[in-house]
């Protein structure tokens, strides 16, 4: 069965410092998908990046970037030079690709505070 | 700007009630998802739907059923509310179905059984 770990349940960093959020996933199928979304105080998830698991090339935009790793299944999400804005909840999901109609697997979820 | 909307931010309710989520997206998207969200459990999915009349158990349908009468428009009820239905409730539509498509989310319904 699908199954995305996120160890890290809240994380307190000081403005300007960087932080790391943890994705551990499991899957039996060859050909998925995995998102990171950012839920605000304002309540709705918004979604940050996507990536199958046929490219392993790690993104970076901006201030965030992400570190996919098949051989170990996770997919982390860093965040340089933090600002009080990165304040959110943070999720990471898998989707399978086999499945038919998508149906998202999320982890469960890591607050980030960053003290200004 | 593409939205889904869902009728309540805040709901307080009393035990046995029948209550209805409603959640309306306006990007024409043939796929649409309830959630709920509690502490320490991420989002688990209730129901789902990938077209108009057209439904499909989550992980944890119990004590739930929805109707999709049309396109746009995804309602959660809630036949006889429980306290332990005490969540928050995230709508969700997506468009075409693919894994790779990201979904757009509502504010959500913070629900309260008493």
Excluded at chain 2, 34 to 59: A, C
């Amino acid at each position: 069965a699908q199954k995305v770990t996120q160890a890290q349940t809240e994380i307190s960093v000081v403005e300007k410092e960087d932080v790391t959020l943890d994705c551990v996933y499991e899957t039996r199928d060859t050909t998925y998908y995995l998102f990171w979304y950012k839920q605000p105080p304002s309540g709705e998830l918004v979604f940050l990046i996507r990536r199958n698991s046929f490219d392993e090339q790690n993104e970076i935009s901006g201030r965030y970037s992400w570190n996919f790793q098949k051989s170990t299944s996770s997919f982390n999400f860093t965040i340089t030079a933090s600002q009080v804005v990165d304040s959110a909840v943070y999720f990471c999901a898998l989707s399978e690709a086999a499945r038919g109609a998508q149906k998202l697997v999320f982890g469960q979820g890591t607050r980030l505070t960053i003290n200004p | 700007d593409v939205k889904v909307t869902q009728s309540s931010r805040y709901l307080v309710k009393r035990t046995g009630e029948k209550v209805f989520l409603e959640c309306v997206q306006d990007m024409d998207h043939e796929n649409m998802f309830w959630y709920r969200q509690d502490p320490g459990l991420g989002l688990r999915l209730i129901y789902f739907s990938y077209d108009v009349k057209m439904k499909e158990k989550g992980d944890i349908p119990e004590g739930y059923s929805v109707s999709r009468e049309k396109k746009e428009r995804f309602s959660l009820i809630l036949e006889s509310a429980s306290t332990n239905q005490t969540s928050m409730y995230l709508c969700a539509s997506l468009r075409g179905g693919r894994a790779y498509n990201e979904q757009f989310f509502g504010p959500g319904t913070r629900l309260t059984v008493l």
